[in-house]
T-cell receptor, first 115, second 109 residues
Framework: ETGVTQTPRHLVMGMTNKKSLKCEQH?????MYWYKQSAKKPLELMFV???????ENNSVPSRFSPECPNSSHLFLHLHTLQPEDSALYLC??????????????FGPGTRLLVL | GDSVTQMEGPVTLSEEAFLTINCTYTATGYPSLFWYVQYPGEGLQLLLKATKADDKGSNKGFEATYRKETTSFHLEKGSVQVSDSAVYFCALGPDKLIFGTGTRLQVFP
């Protein structure tokens, strides 16, 4: 399998549930990203990891907890979410992310609905 | 702070029509500029990019020129196809991409 994959593609959860989103990249990249895409709003960068280390947290609420066990895998752990957290969550990767003009490659996203 | 402004959509065109999607930006320094495309049910794909003033990015018949004097990066295509129907995002970088809200393009036969 090539590129950036995300699972699950769709997720419905209650506000008291705990779930995790998974992202995997097969491109040999060292930087990975989580974005939130809501209707009528620009993509919002949530987290950036470089070589497994978190280098950016864009003021994301603590109910979103990222984990990057290695350069190929990125998780987003979800707990006690709110209905306004319903959105498309996109994962991306790039070779590096340190002010270098690198292309980001995106996965297909996980469509999340919080009830 | 840095920002990107795109024209509101949807843009509705007939096949073979000329396409322009406007994008202007506000940035300090010398950003790189990108157009990404999102087809239904898929993630974003890089369509083209330009890294300095007067550069022209091009791909699949789409073009955009980095205009520093007008702080613009308008996307153009001479003859659109039904398969070009998608959402198009303008973005500036290079390290922390800042996206516009996206413009939906609908092309009818």
């Amino acid at each position: 399998e090539t590129g950036v994959t995300q699972t699950p593609r769709h997720l419905v959860m209650g506000m008291t549930n705990k779930k995790s989103l998974k992202c995997e990249q097969h491109l040999g990249h060292n930087a990975m990203y989580w974005y939130k895409q809501s209707a009528k709003k620009p993509l919002e960068l949530m987290f950036v990891y470089n070589f497994k280390e978190q280098t950016e947290n864009n003021s994301v609420p603590s109910r979103f907890s990222p984990e990057c066990p290695n350069s190929s895998h990125l998780f987003l752990h979800l707990h006690t979410l709110q209905p306004e957290d319903s959105a498309l969550y996109l994962c991306a990767s790039s070779l590096l992310s340190l002010g270098v003009q690198e292309t980001q490659y995106f996965g297909p996203g996980t469509r999340l609905l919080v009830l | 702070g840095d920002s990107v402004t795109q024209m509101e959509g949807p843009v509705t065109l007939s096949e073979e029509a000329f396409l322009t999607i406007n994008c202007t930006y506000t940035a300090t320094g010398y950003p790189s500029l990108f157009w990404y495309v999102q087809y239904p049910g898929e993630g974003l794909q890089l369509l083209l990019k330009a890294t300095k003033a007067d550069d022209k990015g091009s791909n699949k018949g789409f073009e955009a020129t980095y205009r520093k004097e007008t702080t613009s990066f308008h996307l153009e295509k001479g003859s659109v196809q039904v398969s070009d129907s998608a959402v198009y995002f303008c973005a500036l970088g290079p390290d922390k991409l800042i996206f516009g809200t996206g413009t939906r393009l609908q092309v009818f036969p």
